[in-house]
């Protein structure tokens, strides 16, 4: 059969310009009636959804007057939220086919921007790094629309992860003054143990964006389109997340950061997630999961930097067999819980001293301040540079070495003193999978472990093992011992814990801020009571020693600062400590290096030398306290005593090159690189390990 032909119709002018007022009168009439009624009557499912969206929302409202900023514009914002819900989910009706295209082409961009609300305005953001969002998002909204194959459902399944995803790091930012990060979801079991203490409040803000995403989601339950099962949905899907997938890895490109203008500065990730957005900044994080070798690292290089080192050490050759342990003391370490010294940011005066016992130390003791690189939180990032004498300064910010990258034998102090005849203790009086601490402290050398369970009937203040139980622990492992056993026992208490803000009827505050007022004074003071509880255990447990015959070092400092809601109560922008040239600092404010100072004490029952007022930073106190106690160095502690000489405190938020030595910045800089090379060789290249120049011989 012939086909048959058709001939082609040419339009005249006045018809094609026909066609087209036609077609354009379509669009009118849909934008015209966006909404088509089913019928007059009221569907009972909608009725019944509007009511329990109404009490949602009214219950919000309750809780924000109640524990947010007090604000009558809220209360109002909240009524007129409550009437849309009714109006949109009250009446039955559809979307026309446009309308619900046109709510699926803006969500993904609605989304976005009440997401980066919860923390900080909109207009905050840089301009490159919107884009650059935006196009993550939409790909997002993609990958789920093919999947689901319903506009509705995949906007409120979107919205709904990725508004939880906001509102998890406007709590987390709340109570440690930093926001989430890449590694922080090794740390959901730890945050799962400590979260019924702390108080989660809503600011205005917040229950505004909660509110909007909750109308988001009414809109949504309208939308009805939604695409045919075929053969090409599944090349779809795969387009759609290959396409999503090829973008998260083109932003972490050194490219594409400088293409679009993004910011850099990891030394403020609270800044970094402001100027670059949520999501933006948590994939370019994930790039720091792997460690780079440094520039010019080799075998060769180290080699060349171990006989360097290795020649100047008088303590070479070190074993247990040529060290008399009677004659060396017990060391006892204290890495207390969130103990710091406030007025090292603000002049303020209390009702009564805070630690009498600490500052009245002064025969046989070192005191000083130790520069932490953490505040708030991320207490095992300060126990792993003492242990480890590894800096954070060359790590990713926010990166958790215990968990990310301590997967075999590390050496550490602990270590150390192990394979000289001293048994090594751990005590932490919390879970034992807090922070990996029961597997890494393994593979740090630790021959005893105490966790909580192992604490029989212990003081209890709020809800934390008190400090003196931990040491009444360490007294009686003393007790327990043979005459020539010596101890290495390195205790991280729990009692100074955060939050600070519920009151408790086992721990009345007794100290107060004269004059004080705030938010959260109250909670300041809790904290600071809390100290002066740390300052009479800490008189105890020295007292205790004292009176022993046999020689004891006893070290404690703290792992960090409180968050901001507590130091804004008497920060007052002081400066302390180092002002000198080369002194580099992350910023100013509440993110100045004040922020991370932290005090340290050594005291000893025999005579050492005293010293006050010196600053340092966790990786260097494992030398001061070896050299205290008489022991000898390894080759590694040799180099970091002196690079101290050179770089007097180096954390991952402040570095002081000193300038009052011969060495001058270059020569501190090339310092540094050779510390860069043993990190990667020590923490990551551990099949070329130099192992003996990280421990004794």
Request: hydrophobic share 40%; glycine share 6%; net charge neutral.
């Amino acid at each position: 059969m012939k086909n048959k032909k058709y001939k082609k119709r040419i339009y005249t002018k006045s018809e094609r310009s026909s066609s087209a007022k036609e077609y354009l009168a379509i669009i009118g009439r849909q934008l015209k009636r966006p909404i088509e009624k089913q019928d007059r009557g009221i569907d009972k499912k909608s009725a019944i959804l509007a009511v329990v969206y109404g009490v949602v929302m009214a219950g919000l409202a309750v809780y924000a007057m109640q524990t947010a900023e007090k604000s009558q514009e809220w209360l109002w914002l909240a009524v007129v939220f409550i009437a849309a819900a009714i109006v949109v989910n009250l009446f039955r009706f559809r979307y026309s086919a446009l309308i619900e295209i046109l709510l699926t082409a803006f969500a993904p961009a609605a989304v976005f921007m009440l997401v980066e609300s919860y923390t900080h305005l909109l207009s905050q953001m840089w301009d490159g790094p919107v884009i650059l969002n935006l196009i993550m998002y939409y790909l997002f909204f993609g990958v789920l629309l093919f999947i689901i194959g319903r506009t509705g459902m995949s906007i409120l399944i979107g919205s709904l992860l990725l508004g939880a995803a906001g509102l998890a790091n406007y709590f987390v930012l709340m109570f440690r003054s930093s926001p989430i990060l890449p590694w922080d979801l090794f740390s959901v079991g730890v945050a799962a143990t400590v979260a019924d203490n702390f108080e989660y409040k809503l600011s205005v803000r917040a229950c505004n964006v909660i509110l909007l995403i909750l109308l988001l989601w009414s809109l949504c339950l309208k939308m009805r389109l939604k695409f045919k099962m075929s053969k090409f949905r599944g090349a779809g899907i795969a387009v759609m997340c290959a396409a999503f997938m090829g973008f998260c890895s083109y932003v972490q490109t050194d490219a594409a950061i400088k293409t679009f203008d993004m910011d850099t500065t990891l030394f403020t990730p609270t800044v970094y997630y402001r100027n670059n957005g949520l999501a933006l900044s948590f994939i370019v994080n994930l790039r720091y999961l792997k460690i780079d070798k440094p520039e010019g690292y080799s075998q060769e290089e180290l080699a060349k930097i171990q006989d360097e080192i290795s020649s100047g050490n008088s303590d070479r050759n070190v074993s247990a067999d040529n060290i008399d342990l009677t004659k060396k003391p017990n060391i006892i370490v204290i890495m207390n819980e969130a103990f710091s010294d406030l007025s090292v940011l603000g002049d303020y005066t209390t009702n009564t001293e805070v630690m009498p016992f600490i500052s009245s130390l002064s025969e046989n003791t070192q005191k000083g301040w130790m520069y932490s690189s953490v505040k708030g939180g991320n207490t095992a990032n300060t126990e792993f540079e003492f242990l480890t004498g590894l800096s954070m300064y060359f790590l990713p910010t926010g990166s958790i070495p215990y968990q990310q990258y301590i997967k075999s034998e590390v050496p550490s102090l602990a270590s150390q003193l192990s394979s000289i005849g001293y048994t090594s203790v751990s005590m932490h009086p919390y879970y034992p999978k807090g922070w990996n601490r029961d597997t890494v402290y393994d593979d740090l050398g630790f021959e005893e472990k105490y966790f909580k369970d192992d604490f029989s009937n212990p003081e209890i203040l709020r809800t934390y093992i008190s400090d003196w139980t931990t040491y009444q622990k360490i007294i009686s492992r003393y007790e327990e011992k043979p005459s020539g056993e010596r101890l290495f026992v390195f205790d991280v208490t729990m009692q100074n814990h955060g939050s600070y803000v519920k009151r408790y009827s086992n721990f009345i505050p007794d100290v107060s801020v004269v004059g004080g007022s705030g938010t959260y004074l109250k909670a300041t003071e809790q904290y600071l009571s809390l100290i002066k509880r740390s300052d009479e255990a800490f008189k105890q447990l020295v007292e205790y020693f004292e009176k022993q015959s046999e020689p004891t070092i006893i070290m404690m400092f703290g792992d960090h600062q409180p968050a901001d809601y507590i130091t804004n109560v008497v920060d007052t922008g002081k400066k302390t400590g180092s002002n000198d040239a080369f002194v580099t600092s992350i910023g100013t404010g509440s993110d100045r290096k004040e922020r991370y100072m932290v005090p340290f004490v050594m005291w000893a029952n025999y005579d050492i030398n005293a010293s006050q007022g010196e600053e340092t930073s966790a990786n260097y106190l494992a030398v001061r306290l070896l050299k205290a106690a008489g022991l000898p160095l390894t080759d590694f502690q040799s180099y970091l005593s002196d690079l101290q000489q050179n770089v007097p405190f180096i954390s991952a938020h402040a570095l002081k090159e000193n300038t009052g030595t011969d060495c001058g910045e270059e020569e501190a800089e090339a310092l540094l690189k050779n510390y860069k090379k043993l990190l990667y060789n020590d923490l990551f290249d551990t099949k070329h390990r130099l192992q003996a120049f990280y421990s004794y011989e």
